[in-house]
């Protein structure tokens, strides 16, 4: 019944991932201030870290931008410095570095989140990404499956960097794949927009608390 199931989905993400999930197909939250939701992905070329994207078969995408009126240096210890993630990210519970040193390409993390009452066996979701491109100061892309019983999400994730008058300007875009996204692409895009919007709201609000005068 698609009733039913698209009610089971709201149920199932009702707190953010790390990676993008959060809420469900209801009236749209708020957008952090500053943030701003790209055009729909048919009208604005892919977002890439040295030549690779997202998913270009995924059906569940979304990009999102944010201006952050901090220094780029700021930005980008904040968004690398995986295992610090959970001080300023709620919905973080764990974050642990597989490897060791300033994220580069190949290092791999492993992070959780929690899951509220659902009608499948997940309390959690444990996240494995793994870093495929990295420019310092500039990009970095990860992949890897977020999983918990029942439930299995495959994730592309791009972000780039980039020195504005002002401050940094924050892009990123992501892809989900999996059987449960895959049964109903609204919800699930709705979720990715959520989540991906709410990280840029905490990386905003975070990095410039860090800076005490803001760059001209």
Same mark, same amino acid.
């Given at each position: ?37 790209? $055009?729909? #992905? ?6 890439? @870290? +040295?030549?690779?994207? *997202?998913?270009?078969?995924? +059906? ?7 201006? !952050? ?5 700021? !930005?980008? =210890?904040?968004?690398?410095?995986? %295992? +610090? ?10 974050? &642990?570095?597989? /490897? ?15 899951? #509220? ?14 870093? &495929? ?5 500039? @990009?970095?892309?990860?992949?890897? #499956? ?11 994730? !791009?972000?780039?960097?980039? %020195?504005? #008058?002002?401050?940094?300007? *924050?892009?990123? &875009? ?6 449960? *996204?895959?049964? /109903? ?18 990386? =905003? ?6 800076? $005490?005068?803001?760059?001209?």
């Amino acid at each position: 019944m698609p009733g039913t199931h698209r009610t089971h989905l709201r149920a199932l993400f009702t707190v953010p991932l790390a990676i993008g999930l959060l809420g469900a197909a209801l009236p749209a939250a708020a957008s952090p201030a500053g943030a701003a939701a790209s $055009p729909g #992905p048919r009208a604005a070329r892919s977002l890439t @870290c +040295r030549g690779a994207g *997202v998913d270009p078969a995924a +059906r569940v995408r979304h990009r999102a931008e944010i201006l !952050v009126h901090a220094p780029l240096r700021t !930005v980008w =210890k904040l968004q690398t410095d995986v %295992e +610090r993630w959970p001080s300023w990210q709620a919905p973080v519970t764990t974050a &642990e570095r597989l /490897d060791h040193g300033p994220l580069h390409r190949g290092s791999a993390f492993r992070w959780t989140t929690p899951v #509220p009452p659902n009608p499948t066996p997940a309390t959690r979701l444990d996240i494995t990404s793994t870093v &495929e491109q990295l420019r310092h100061h500039s @990009c970095v892309r990860w992949t890897g #499956p977020a999983t918990g019983e029942g439930l299995h999400i495959d994730g592309v994730h !791009v972000w780039n960097f980039t %020195e504005v #008058p002002g401050g940094v300007r *924050v892009s990123t &875009e992501e892809t989900h794949t999996g059987p449960q *996204v895959d049964a /109903d692409v609204p919800t699930a895009t709705a979720i990715l927009r959520q989540g991906l919007e709410a990280w840029l709201g905490d990386l =905003k609000t975070t990095a410039e608390a860090r800076t $005490p005068h803001r760059p001209n």
